[in-house]
């Protein structure tokens, strides 16, 4: 029937990974780790995992990709105000 409106769709995740943020912005798993670290890339600890938020890591590309310490949180406040 055209025109359902009852399909499943595939939920945006608000949180992603580690693999996915590496896939997301094309590097490795080590420069990811630094970045994390320094809090150059904006990242969320849960626990002792580290999660990713998609709108953060464009936004973050869209800045530029800065790498100094810090970075991210400048990012995450400019997203989310």
């Known amino acids: 029937m055209r025109g359902d409106t009852n399909t499943p769709t595939t ?9 996915a943020a590496q896939s997301l912005l094309s ?8 970045l994390s670290n320094c809090r150059a890339i904006p990242s ?15 936004a973050w590309i869209r800045a530029g990709c800065p790498t100094e310490g810090g970075a991210g949180d400048r990012v995450r406040k400019a997203v989310r105000p």
Request: glycine letters at 6%.
């Open 44 to 58: 969320l600890k849960i626990g002792k995992s580290r999660r990713y938020c998609p709108d953060e890591l464009r």
């Open 27 to 34: 590097i490795g798993e080590r420069r990811l780790w630094v």
């Open 11 to 19: 939920p945006i995740p608000l949180l992603i990974d580690a693999k």
